[in-house]
T-cell receptor
């Protein structure tokens, strides 16, 4: 079983739609959680950290469910510029200094 | 400019040749990492370094060598390149105390093709 699992998609949604991505992780001792965004042929960039109480940044909301070892990302009012691959990221088993990346979920927002 | 830079951006090399990918950061971050990204595998950790002269293996270290004589530089060497090492290589850095809020910052990547 992979440490971090995501639905690869692709998700194709119209502008203005709400879309949700889910991610599960296998190590119950994981402490740090993130969503990264990666545009085609570019480096991953931090979208947001995910905190236990859940957190919001504009149109983006991240949730963490430690009991189910599940992370989610909700994007409201999708924009064309949101088209990218979204990576779920968790600190690796045994080390808070190493992050393990999911394979990513591809999102295309259609006009 | 401040940041993390990788060079070269693109590299084509022949099977069996040695090639070195460079990574330089100006933040004096303690931690530096090398990942490779391939379709179907996502990002996989090759090597990481907690400080100058301290390096350790990641998930896929075979065929690679790293060194870190200075905090700001973390070169990755393919000792004898193979076609299976054709990939996009990303360098990243982080500061331990800031990991929870800021994660890693990545360089722009090196696209390596081994022919």
């Amino acid at each position: 079983r992979k440490e971090v699992e995501q639905d690869p998609g692709p998700f194709n949604v119209p502008e203005g739609a709400t879309v949700a991505f889910n991610c599960t992780y296998s190590n119950s001792a994981s402490q740090s959680f993130f969503w990264y965004r990666q545009d085609c042929r570019k480096e991953p960039k931090l979208l947001m950290s995910v905190y236990s109480s859940g957190n919001e940044d504009g149109r983006f909301t991240a949730q963490l469910n430690r009991a189910s070892q599940y992370i989610s990302l909700l994007i409201r009012d999708s924009k064309l510029s949101d088209s990218a691959t979204y990576l779920c990221v968790v600190n690796s088993a045994g080390s808070a200094r190493q992050l393990t990346f999911g394979s990513g979920t591809q999102l295309t927002v259609l006009p | 400019d401040a940041g993390i830079t990788q060079s070269p951006r693109y590299k084509i090399t022949e099977t069996g040749r040695q090639v070195t990918l460079m990574c330089h950061q100006t933040w004096s971050h303690s931690y530096m990492f090398w990942y490779r990204q391939d379709l179907g595998h996502g990002l996989r950790l090759i090597y990481y370094s907690a400080a100058a002269d301290i390096t350790d293996k990641g998930e896929v270290p075979d065929g690679y060598v790293v060194s870190r004589s200075k905090t700001e530089n973390f070169p990755l060497t393919l000792e004898s390149a193979t076609r299976s090492q054709t990939s996009v290589y990303f360098c990243a850095s982080s500061e331990p105390g800031a990991l929870t809020n800021y994660g890693y910052t990545f360089g722009s990547g090196t696209r390596l093709t081994v022919v």
